[in-house]
């Protein structure tokens, strides 16, 4: 009996986390399809995001090597 009341429970904990994560997919394509591309980063912020983290492991002391 403990077994069966185990193995429900266990399933019904799989397809509810299962559900959460195809409503959640689901609800993120949403809004994918409407960004605009100016909220897409533009060449000179990726250039310094590139340029932060070049300097970063020389600003932490660390070393490539």
């Known amino acids: 009996m403990f077994l069966a ?12 986390i299962g559900f959460l994560l195809v409503w959640r997919e689901w609800r993120a394509s949403d809004y994918q399809s409407r960004l605009d591309p100016r909220d897409e980063p533009s060449r000179e912020q990726a250039e310094a995001l590139a340029t932060a983290h070049a300097t970063s492991i020389h600003r ?6």
């Open 5 to 16: 009341i185990f193995a429900i429970t266990l399933l019904a904990i799989i397809l509810v």
């Open 60 to 65: 932490a002391g660390g070393s490539v090597f």
